[in-house]
């Protein structure tokens, strides 16, 4: 399989995007080609984007993404813009995309909804990640649940491609993990994220005090009945427990808050001490890596692998689409 997928320098890695998408891009390298992308361009359509910022936020995005696991000897990691077949085929797929779905584009309208001055990019960004997708054949898409109506786009995009300039691009697939829908614990009703504060999320390397306070003032509810459905909060922490602790301590405590038994302070308790214990070996390899510079050369020889496939299929395009 071709595995593809992406991520926007915007800051440090949170436990959504880990448990969502990382943990599964590591998990895939093992007998699969994996290319994994640094999405510059995109940040670009966060309209507080700070040059100097983002020079940083995606070196340090790369060390992190190694931290976690990527070998960038087995899998391509880059960065977007330093393969500029991103850009040509996304205004091409563009030509094929209809205005009226990236009109509908939920995440787009958000956003839109959230600014004074919205800018073109932001609603262009579907089209540029469907040509991050297409421009390497991708047959599977590691994502959280936040992007699989971008996925669905780039299926149909690929779709009408084919019919009109004959069979190139596969209709990829998303792979949802365990971790597809992380909340935010200060407020469960919605997904974890860097764009709402920093109460709504949780860095992987963060401090370790700062991770105990949020996961102690992470919000539950004021106890419930036997028998009573759990609240967003609480079945959120049950979420990310599952992925970090053995499956008898997390149906323990299940069955401890069904009976009305289980105190959320302990919950906290438990879940902090896992969750560190998971995060741990990233944390010290984060660590090691800060002091390591062969970061530039490695995305260098990165882009020239993803170049080397983007270059063939574009060439494959132009020629389909008559520009050659
Ligand atoms: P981004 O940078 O917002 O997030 C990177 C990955 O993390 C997942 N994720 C989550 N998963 C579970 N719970 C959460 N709270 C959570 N928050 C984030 C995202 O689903 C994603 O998989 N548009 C994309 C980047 C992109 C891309 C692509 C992805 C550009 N081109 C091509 C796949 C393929 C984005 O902004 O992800």
């Not at 787009?108 to 004074?116: H, P, Y």
């Not at 469960?188 to 860095?203: L, W």
């Not at 490695?298 to 063939?312: C, P, T, W, Y």
Request: hydrophobic letters at 40%; charged letters at 25%.
């Amino acid at each position: 399989m071709r595995i593809f997928s992406g991520i926007q320098p915007t800051g440090t890695l949170h436990l959504g995007n880990y448990f969502g998408a990382i943990r599964q891009w590591v998990q895939l390298q093992e007998g699969n080609e994996c290319v994994y992308c640094i999405v510059d361009y995109h940040a670009l359509t966060n309209e507080d984007t700070d040059p100097a910022e983002l020079r940083q936020a995606r070196r340090e995005l790369a060390l992190d993404l190694i931290a976690c696991g990527i070998d960038p000897e087995k899998t391509i990691l880059f960065f977007q813009s330093a393969v500029p077949e991103h850009t040509e085929l996304a205004w091409i797929l563009g030509c094929v995309t209809s205005y009226g779905d990236l009109t509908r584009m939920t995440q787009f309208k958000q956003k839109a909804a959230e600014q004074e001055f919205v800018n073109g990019g932001l609603f262009y960004y579907p089209v540029l990640q469907a040509a991050d997708i297409l421009l390497y054949l991708a047959d599977h898409v590691p994502v959280g649940e936040d992007q699989l109506q971008h996925l669905e786009l780039c299926r149909r995009i690929a779709r009408r491609f084919n019919y009109r300039f004959g069979e190139l691009f596969p209709e990829p697939q998303p792979i949802l993990g365990k971790g597809a829908r992380i909340m935010s614990l200060a407020d469960p009703t919605r997904k974890m994220s860097k764009s709402y504060g920093p109460e709504h999320y949780v860095g992987l390397m963060e401090p370790e005090e700062s991770i105990k306070k949020k996961i102690r003032s992470a919000v539950t509810d004021v106890g419930l009945k036997p028998g009573q459905e759990m609240s967003p909060g609480v079945a959120n922490l049950f979420e990310i427990l599952e992925l970090v602790a053995p499956g008898e301590l997390v149906a323990e405590l299940r069955q401890q808050h069904k009976e009305g038994k289980l105190l959320y302070k302990h919950l906290k308790e438990v879940l902090y001490e896992h969750l560190m214990r998971a995060l741990a070996p990233i944390r010290e390899r984060r660590a090691e890596l800060a002091a390591r510079g062969e970061i530039d050369e490695l995305l260098a020889a990165g882009a020239e692998r993803a170049r080397k496939i983007a270059r063939e299929v574009m060439q494959q395009v132009r020629a389909r689409v008559g520009l050659e």
